[in-house]
């Protein structure tokens, strides 16, 4: 089992910045694919980014492309989410997502991943 708790959401004005951490415990994620999805009101989770059990390989939904960066620290059992030109679009609750698959073309997929955390607010306000 691992849990993960994500921290440092809030609110912040468009063009502004963020970054988000998600703590593991339980396991090392050393052995897991890393990944944030996200959930505005009345929408779907969808898919942020995620990051290869190495960090070696990274990948961005198109709509954060160039804006956020996924970042792992396997030593501390941490990942993070930077989030930078802010719109009011980015505007939901931020899931932290470990998942055991080996299809990196699988990645964008909620069913890929075998735990989740609770979740960050995150408002961009216009």
């Known amino acids: 089992q691992v849990q993960l708790v994500e921290s440092g959401g809030g609110l912040v004005q468009t063009g502004g910045s963020l970054r988000l951490s998600c703590a593991a415990s339980?396991?090392?994620?050393?052995?897991?694919?890393m990944a944030w999805f996200r959930q505005a009101p009345g929408k779907e989770r969808e898919f942020v980014a995620a990051a290869t059990r190495n960090g070696a390989l990274t990948y961005y939904a198109d709509s954060v492309k160039g804006r956020f960066t996924i970042s792992r620290h396997n030593a501390e059992n941490t990942v993070h989410l930077r989030m930078n030109s802010l719109k009011p679009e980015d505007t939901a609750v931020y899931y932290c997502?470990?998942?055991?698959?080996?299809?990196?073309?699988?990645?964008?997929?909620?069913?890929?991943?075998?735990?989740w955390g609770q979740g960050t607010q995150v408002t961009v306000s216009s």
């Open positions: 339980g396991r090392t994620i050393i052995t897991y694919n």
């Open positions: 997502a470990a998942g055991h698959f080996s299809n990196w073309s699988t990645r964008e997929n909620r069913g890929s991943y075998d735990y």
